[in-house]
């Protein structure tokens, strides 16, 4: 089988796999209505797999159609530093000791703010955690949110329609949030050396407009939400002395947690930190809540078959973002982002000779802007959904719903981005 014929394998694979994100939700209905098969349906109704799996039948495919051999070659070839780090970001972030001080500062602030205190928690969660993902990184940001959110917003009983909106307001916070600075958005990051973006120009050209519509977008997504929100508990508020973290226990976490920021592209080093953080958890394991483990392993599953799917696109794909004008490369980007990782469409852009600079801006803003609208469209979003989908109906979240509830704020930081 030649070459040609293995990409339209891939390219049809990964039409299967977009399809398959978006009927997710049909996989948990079907569960209920053949209980007899109901594992293999929650299975493949899981929105974190479907990568995962399609990415297997992707390898399996180039071994029958080519040989083992180019198979393994191939997939051995990928680059998995991403979907590692998410994974030990992930874990490591919801951590109690982390976790319960970031949340307790939030409610301090919150506290503070001219308005009731659960609408300033749940505006900051959508506005300064997010922000802060310059900082922490992105996955980190999302996980903490996400953890910080989940009582408040993404509850059974409040209505589909506003968790939604919440959640489209919170993916793409996330993924524009980081564009403050050169290292914590993965899309900026494939460019940032290439086309040498340094954190003073990623503020100077994005992070102001970045942080006026995450502004924006939170204000509007609290006060949409403002009838249905409560207070949420604080940990270790109430709770009894177990809930107390020792400073000790919690500047370790920090501490480790920061180290494997710092070297978030050296999987060897930030895997031995997390291998030490791991331990550090078992040796005091009163101080620890139950760590989330299969949610990272699963939202790390997700971004593996990403890195195999998406790496045999390229073909299909080069030639659109080549073939574009800055603005139709904003709007192309924008819409692209629906259907691949951000980041690798920054990163085929990174391959082009002689981009212009405004075509180089119009591309990083159309993808980072786009960031929200499904899944797939920017590597943190795997992890909100697998920390808050068990706040919406039958436990799944509807891509086709997430898209809805994403384009208002998703149209709020391209306005941000093209007009200001």
């Not at 990272?296 to 574009?324: D, R, T, Y």
């Amino acid at each position: 089988m030649t070459a040609p014929s293995l990409q339209w394998i891939a390219a049809s694979l990964f039409a299967l796999a977009l399809l398959h994100t978006f009927t997710a939700k049909q996989f948990e209905r079907l569960s209920r209505r053949f209980p007899r098969h109901a594992g293999i349906f929650h299975l493949l109704g899981e929105v974190e797999v479907v990568f995962g799996f399609w990415a297997i039948v992707l390898i399996v495919a180039m071994a029958l159609v080519a040989d083992g051999g180019t198979a393994l070659a191939y997939a051995e070839s990928r680059n998995y530093t991403e979907p590692l780090f998410v994974f030990v970001v992930m874990v490591m972030a919801a951590s109690r000791p982390v976790l319960r001080t970031v949340v307790v500062a939030v409610h301090a602030l919150a506290e503070r703010l001219p308005v009731a205190t659960p609408l300033a928690m749940a505006w900051l969660g959508l506005a300064v955690v997010p922000l802060m993902g310059s900082l922490i990184t992105e996955p980190a940001a999302m996980t903490i949110a996400a953890l910080l959110l989940a009582p408040q917003i993404f509850r059974q009983h409040i209505p589909e329609a506003p968790k939604y909106l919440a959640l489209g307001v919170l993916f793409v916070n996330v993924s524009i949030g980081g564009t403050l600075t050169s290292y914590a958005a993965p899309p900026v990051l494939m460019v940032a050396a290439t086309w040498q973006w340094d954190s003073a120009f990623m503020l100077a050209h994005f992070g102001w407009k970045a942080g006026l519509a995450v502004l924006v977008n939170a204000s509007f997504a609290t006060w949409a939400l403002r009838t249905h929100l409560r207070a949420a508990p604080v940990p270790g508020r109430g709770q009894g002395a177990e809930a107390d973290v020792p400073l000790p226990v919690v500047l370790v976490h920090v501490g480790l947690l920061a180290g494997v920021v710092l070297f978030a592209h050296h999987p060897v080093i930030f895997l031995g930190l997390f291998l030490l953080f791991l331990g550090f958890t078992q040796a005091y394991e009163r101080h620890q809540s139950p760590l989330i483990l299969k949610e990272a392993l699963l939202v790390g599953f997700f971004l593996a078959g990403l890195v195999v799917l998406g790496g045999m696109q390229q073909w299909w794909l080069q030639p659109i973002v080549e073939s574009l004008g800055p603005l139709a490369l904003f709007l192309g980007a924008l819409g692209l982002t629906a259907i691949t990782d951000n980041a690798a469409l920054t990163y085929l852009g990174s391959l082009i000779v002689g981009l212009s600079d405004a075509s180089k801006y119009m591309l990083m803003a159309g993808a980072v802007a786009g960031g929200g609208l499904t899944v797939i469209a920017n590597a943190p979003n795997p992890a909100g959904v697998a920390l808050l989908k068990q706040g919406f109906r039958d436990e799944t979240v509807s891509a086709g719903a997430l898209l809805l509830g994403a384009a208002l704020p998703t149209a709020v930081a391209a306005a941000a981005f093209l007009l200001l």
